[in-house]
């Protein structure tokens, strides 16, 4: 795969020799792909904007390079990198319409008016705004504002598209239906995106890659997929997703499977992760959705475990089931409401808790 973009190394420090420094980012690597969609996920002040205003040129490097397809750009000004940015705030020119919006930049570069003409048209039909070509950004809505805004940046043909959270402003199924939307213009337009989020739904729905950061530091990079079911440490599976730790000691092991003593004596079977030992202080955890939930008489599975629902959250389409399963050990499960909406447990029944050795996994740190 072509690298579109090769972080190398890379440190900002705001305030350096004052008696504060604040270290933004430390000795971060990474590569973005070309035609990728490629998101920066963590939770705020974790260096991920920074990121992205190193690449795009509005802040310097205190250390480390930044390549943008093999030439080095971490010296280069802003407006010579072929590069461009939709910020969360859209920043549209009032006084102007739509068209007049997306063809300020192509008119500072001094194109010609018949290239204006006919880019501005590609670009309004990419976001579907042709039709409003003629309004004012009052005149709009957040949603429609912020097709305007990408139309904008994508007009020039960037060869990367750095959005900073450009969907925050907008309301749930607003954000929702803009997903997609962004993910289909991605494949459309061909240009790596380089998305930034602390929302993890965003980041699990949209993208091809995601590196997690925290505290200026890559945590894990990978696919949805691998940043959900393998995460590396804590803070990952902490962060994406709803999850259950368990701290404990290992008391047997094989090659696939290991032995868990949680509690007093309790007994967890998890899937080996590797180079571990008898007698390694681990964490385990176990995904909500993994654990299957039944009354006694109902449980089908010799892997059940007794429990008693000590609380819920209902939460419409499903429910968050605190099972209490004795020996100080608590198990946040997730069960959908009966066909009549009914919640199927109540607090104080006694349940069924299963779930396979093979959902529950030790973290490799």
């Known amino acids: 795969m072509t690298a579109a973009i090769d972080i190398r190394g890379v440190t900002k420090i705001y305030n350096p020799g004052s008696n504060q420094p604040v270290k933004a980012l430390d000795d971060v690597s990474l590569t973005i792909n070309d035609n990728e969609f490629f998101t920066l996920l963590g939770p705020s002040g974790c260096g991920k904007t920074t990121l992205l205003r190193l690449i795009a040129g509005f802040e310097q490097v205190s250390g480390g390079e930044i390549m943008l397809f093999d030439d080095e750009i971490e010296n280069l000004e802003p407006n010579r990198r072929p590069v461009n940015t939709v910020f969360q705030h859209y920043a549209l020119f009032p006084h102007m319409t739509v068209a007049q919006n997306v063809a300020f930049g192509l008119e500072r570069l001094k194109k010609p008016r018949p290239e204006i003409k006919a880019t501005v048209e590609r670009v309004l039909s990419l976001v579907k705004m042709k039709h409003l070509a003629d309004r004012r950004p009052n005149q709009l809505s957040g949603g429609q504002q912020q097709r305007v805004a990408l139309a904008r940046a994508l007009a020039p043909s960037p060869k990367v598209l750095l959005l900073d959270e450009p969907l925050s402003a907008l309301d749930l199924k607003l954000r929702q ?36 950061m925290s505290e200026g530091e890559v945590q894990q990079i990978g696919g949805p997929t691998d940043i959900y ?73 010799t892997e059940s475990r007794p429990g008693t629902v000590a609380n819920i959250v209902y939460l419409g389409n499903q429910a968050a089931y605190t099972v209490d399963m004795g020996d100080g050990v608590e198990l946040t499960a997730q069960a959908r409401p009966r066909e009549d909406g009914k919640l199927p447990f109540a607090v104080g029944d006694s349940l069924a808790v299963g779930f396979s050795a093979r959902a529950l996994r030790v973290l490799a740190q």
């Open 177 to 212: 239906a803009m997903r997609e939307e962004l993910k289909q213009l991605q494949k459309e337009t061909g240009i790596t995106f380089v998305f930034v989020t602390h929302d993890q739904e965003e980041a699990l729905a949209m993208s091809d890659r995601i590196a997690v």
């Open 229 to 301: 079911e393998h995460p590396l440490n804590r803070f990952v599976a902490d962060f994406i997703g709803d999850t259950n730790f368990l701290d404990g000691e290992i008391v047997d092991l094989n090659e696939d499977l290991v032995t868990c003593r949680i509690g007093e004596q309790s007994m967890f079977e998890a899937e080996n992760s590797g180079g571990h030992r008898v007698g390694d202080r681990v964490t385990l955890f176990l995904r909500p959705e993994k654990i299957r939930l039944s009354t006694p008489d109902d449980a089908v599975s």
